[in-house]
């Protein structure tokens, strides 16, 4: 029992640390995060128009950790157009949830739509915060 036991700790422990890592690495909202969430964003509307469930739900899945860092940024902050960029860090939050559920559903159609709001949203975003 031991030795079948000991591998899967192991497997376990290695995947809640490469997920803490992926959270901890992400603290504040930078340019290096807003340009994860761009190329991830990218990846997903590729893998969404090539009908690839699994690609397509990693990549969700990682949008909507991701969204959640930033969601959290701009609820404490305190700066001009902060409630814009809230809103729209929440519903790029729904958004990815909605592709998540329409891909389980193999609905690309409905997941590609979402993910061109998404992409809508992201560039709504830039409009408050890039930085020229």
């Not at 959640?68 to 902050?77: C, M, Q, R």
Request: proline share 2%.
């Amino acid at each position: 029992m031991k030795k079948f036991f000991a591998p899967a700790l192991t497997v376990l422990v290695l995947t809640a640390q490469v997920t803490f890592s992926t959270h901890a690495a992400y603290t504040t909202v930078d340019m290096d995060l807003m340009q994860e969430i761009e190329e991830i964003n990218d990846s997903l509307a590729s893998n969404i128009a090539l009908e690839k469930a699994e690609a397509s739900l990693a990549d969700a899945r990682q949008l909507k950790e991701l969204f959640v860092v930033v969601e959290g940024h701009y609820a404490t902050l305190n700066e001009p157009n902060a409630e814009d960029a809230l809103a729209i860090s929440r519903d790029s939050l729904r958004l990815a949830g909605s592709i998540i559920d329409f891909v389980t559903q193999k609905d690309f159609e409905s997941a590609a739509n979402s993910a061109t709001d998404l992409s809508r949203a992201c560039r709504a975003c830039h409009v408050f915060y890039r930085e020229d």
